[in-house]
């Protein structure tokens, strides 16, 4: 059976609609980095789509064309994430989409090296005939955080994260924003397929004690 991260790490992909305290180890990721609002039908944030998974599947199905990869497992591809920042703003503004700053990005199993991932870059490259040279090999520790999992349309997460802020207050925390500690957010379901009050959305904050 395929390796599932959801599955194998329920703290970090499914927790509670309640919001919690957890500390997030380092992970490595196929990541693209980009501006604007996710929305636009011709904007950098879908681009980034095409590239993101056009990696991910390249070295998930590598052993069908006879890549023998060390230390490689079936595995199903973990779910796509985002870290969203904007200039001069603690969080997020959700009435200003178009000034949104991120870096989307998809988790990586453990043996996909640096160099396996240089080499799914070139094998995409070469036969999708497109220009990979956006994505990139990203590690990010995390470190400590207030999640909490988010139901319903992305435009209703304020009031998920007005709970996960009280909630972090009370445990004597508070928000720790920086130029690497972003808003960040993991998308289990697929908006084209999903109801928008179904939505399932983990949202996660940096957070320090007071």
Not at 33 to 48: D, F, L, Q, S, V
Not at 79 to 94: A, F, K, S, T
Not at 173 to 201: A, C, M, N, Q, V
């Amino acid at each position: 059976m395929a390796f599932d991260y959801k599955k194998e790490y329920k703290e970090f992909y499914l927790p509670p609609k309640k919001p919690g305290l957890i500390e997030i180890p380092e992970m490595n990721y196929i990541a693209v980095r980009g501006k604007g609002n996710p929305n636009e039908p011709e904007g950098e944030y879908k681009a980034a789509m095409q590239l993101l998974y056009g990696i991910a599947f390249t070295i998930k199905m590598s052993y069908k064309g006879g890549k023998e990869i060390e230390g490689y497992f079936s595995y199903v591809v973990p779910p796509l994430e985002g870290l969203w920042w904007q200039q001069d703003v603690e969080g997020i503004d959700y009435a200003h989409k178009e000034s949104f700053e991120w870096i989307s990005m998809i988790r990586l199993p453990e043996f996909a090296t640096k160099e396996v991932f240089d080499w799914a870059v070139r094998e995409a490259s070469e036969k999708k005939k497109s220009d990979f040279s956006k994505v990139e090999f990203f590690t990010y520790r995390e470190g400590l955080c207030v999640q909490c999992m988010h139901l319903g349309s992305y435009d209703a997460e304020p009031e998920t994260i007005k709970r996960m802020e009280t909630y972090a207050k009370e445990q004597g925390y508070e928000p720790d924003f920086s130029g690497t500690r972003f808003h960040h957010e993991i998308y289990l379901s697929d908006p084209r397929r999903t109801k928008e009050e179904r939505l399932r959305t983990v949202i996660r904050h940096p957070v320090k004690p007071v």
